[in-house]
C-alpha cells in the first residue's frame, strides 16, 4: 500500500482519467460544431444533436454506471489484496449490461419519433433527431462495452489504456466527422447530420475493439463469463440499481432544461446546446480529479485507511476547486471567440452569450459535487448519492426551474436552477463524509 498520497501520485491517476473522461463530450461537441457549420439548416441540425445527445446522455449514464460499480468493487479487492476472489466479476458485469443496452435499442429505436416529440421537437428538428438518433444509437453497446472495460481498469488503480483507448476513439471520430459530414468532392458524398452520426458509431467500435485487446493483452481478467454468477454480483446490481434511481432523478434535471429551452425557440435550443456540451467538457475534465477519488478511494477503504482517506479527501478539494477556477478564467478570456466556433447564426450566439457566464460560474461549485461523487461510488455508497440526487433534482432544481420559468426568464432559469442542483448535491456528500471518517481516522 502506498502510504504517500501527494500531488503527483494523485495526477498519474487524474490526468489520464481526465483525458479519457472527455472522449464522450469531445464526441458530442464535435458533432455539434461541424453539424452547426453545415450549408443546409444548421440551425435545426445543431437543435436536433443537442435534443439526441441528451437522450443518448441519459442513456448512457443510466447504465453506464456499470463502470463505477465495477471500479469500486475491484478497488476494495486490490486495497485488501484478494485481487484473485473477483477476476471473473467484470465479465458476468459487461454480460449484463450488454444485454441491457441491446433491450434498450430494441425498445427505443421503434419509438424515436414519440420519444423526441417529448422534447418539444417537431417539424425539421424532429425529423433530423430522427435521423440522428436512429443511426447513433446502434454505438450504444460498444460504449457501454468499453466503459466497463473502463471500470475494471480504474478498479486495477491503472488510467493510462482507457486514456489511450478514449484518444484512438476521439481522434477517430473528429476526422470521420469532416469526412463523412462535409464530403470529399468526387469521392464521398456530404452526408450531413447522417454522417455525424455514422462517424460516432464508427468511433464507438473502434474503442470497443481496443479496449478488448488492452484488456486481453495487459490484465489477468477474462471477457468470457463464467457462471454462476459470482457472489459480488449481488451487491453489484444492487449499486447498479441504487445508481439507476440516481441516474434516473439526473436525467429529470436534464430533460427538463432541454424540454424547456427548446420550447423557446430554435435559436435557445441551439445555444443550449452550445452551452450544455461545454458545461458536460468541463464536468468531464473535473471528472479526472473525481475519478483519482473513485480509484484511491476504494482501495483505502477497502484496507481500512481512514487517515489516508481523510487526506486524499482534502488534497482533492484543493486541486479540484483550483482546477475549477482555472476553467471558469479560460472559459472567460474566450467568452466570445467560442460561441463563433459552433455557430455564426447571430441569434443563437446573442442567446449563448447571455448565459455562458453562468455556465463559468458554476465551475468551481461542480469540483466539489463531482470529486465527492466519485470518492462515494468508489467507497460503494451508492444509497446515499441515490438520496442526495433525488433531494437536489426534486426539491431544488425542478421548483426553481418552473418558478423562474414562469417569470419568463428562459435560459436563465435553466442554468440557474442547474447551478443551484450542483449545489444541492456536492454540499451533503461533504458534511457525510467528513461526520463518518474524521472519527474514524482518529482510532488507534
Known amino acids: 500500500m502506498n502510504t504517500h498520497i501527494n500531488f503527483k501520485y494523485i495526477n498519474k491517476l487524474a490526468i489520464p482519467a481526465l483525458i479519457s473522461g472527455v472522449s464522450e463530450p469531445i464526441l458530442s461537441l464535435t458533432d455539434a460544431a461541424i453539424v452547426g457549420n453545415i450549408g443546409v439548416n444548421a440551425t435545426e441540425s445543431l437543435a436536433a444533436v443537442g435534443i439526441v445527445t441528451t437522450f443518448i446522455s441519459m442513456l448512457i449514464w443510466v447504465l453506464g454506471q456499470t463502470r463505477s460499480a465495477i471500479s469500486s468493487i475491484v478497488s476494495q479487492y ?23 443496452s441491446l433491450i434498450i435499442i430494441a425498445t ?4 424515436a419519433r414519440e420519444i423526441f416529440k417529448l422534447y418539444n421537437a417537431s417539424h425539421l428538428i424532429l425529423d433530423y433527431s430522427v435521423t440522428y438518433y ?15 472495460i473502463f471500470g475494471a481498469f480504474r478498479g486495477l488503480q491503472n488510467t493510462y489504456y482507457p486514456m489511450v483507448i478514449a484518444l484512438i476513439g476521439t481522434i477517430t471520430n473528429i476526422v470521420l466527422d469532416v469526412i463523412l459530414v462535409y464530403g470529399i468532392d468526387g469521392y464521398i458524398p ?21 479496449a478488448t485487446y488492452y484488456l486481453l493483452k495487459k490484465t489477468h481478467i477474462p471477457l468470457i ?7 459480488e454480483i449481488k451487491r453489484f446490481v444492487l449499486m ?14 436534464l430533460y427538463y432544461a432541454s424540454a424547456f429551452a427548446t420550447s423557446y425557440g430554435a435559436e435557445y435550443i441551439a445555444a443550449y446546446t452550445i452551452a450544455i456540451n461545454l458545461w458536460f467538457l468541463g464536468a468531464f475534465i473535473i471528472d479526472g480529479y473525481a475519478s483519482a477519488g473513485n480509484i484511491l478511494s476504494g482501495k483505502l477503504f477497502g484496507a481500512k485507511a481512514y487517515k489516508m482517506l481523510i487526506a486524499l479527501s482534502n488534497k482533492l478539494i484543493k486541486y479540484g476547486v483550483i482546477v475549477g477556477i482555472g476553467l471558469g478564467c479560460i472559459g472567460a478570456l474566450i467568452y466570445y471567440p467560442i460561441g463563433k466556433i459552433f455557430t455564426k447564426d447571430p441569434a443563437v450566439l446573442t442567446a449563448f452569450y447571455n448565459i455562458f457566464w453562468l455556465v463559468l460560474l458554476m465551475q468551481p461549485f461542480c469540483t466539489l459535487a463531482f470529486i465527492f461523487d466519485g470518492i462515494f461510488k468508489g467507497l460503494g455508497k451508492m444509497k446515499y448519492l441515490r438520496n442526495v440526487l433525488l433531494f437536489s433534482t426534486f426539491i431544488i ?13 428562459k435560459l436563465y ?12 448535491r456536492g454540499v451533503p456528500l461533504i458534511i457525510k463524509f467528513r461526520k463518518t471518517f474524521i472519527p474514524l481516522s482518529q482510532n488507534p
Open 78 to 100: 486490490v486495497g485488501a489484496n484478494k485481487l484473485e476472489q473477483i477476476k471473473n466479476l467484470p465479465a458476468q458485469a459487461i454480460f449484463i449490461v450488454t444485454s441491457l
Open 190 to 210: 456530404a452526408m450531413n447530420i447522417k454522417g455525424a452520426a455514422y462517424a460516432s458509431v464508427i468511433a464507438q467500435l473502434v474503442m470497443a475493439v481496443v
Open 240 to 253: 447498479i440499481l441504487n445508481l439507476f434511481v440516481r441516474t434516473i432523478a439526473l436525467n429529470v434535471t
Open 413 to 424: 432559469a435553466i442554468f440557474v436552477a442547474i447551478m443551484l442542483w450542483i449545489i444541492a
Open 134 to 148: 436512429k443511426i447513433r444509437v446502434l454505438g450504444f453497446p460498444f460504449t457501454l462495452f468499453t466503459f466497463a
Open 397 to 409: 432544481f425542478l421548483p426553481v426551474l418552473f418558478f423562474l420559468h414562469n417569470l419568463d426568464y
Open 225 to 231: 463469463p463464467r457462471f454462476p454468477f459470482h457472489h
Open 108 to 111: 427505443t429505436y421503434p419509438l
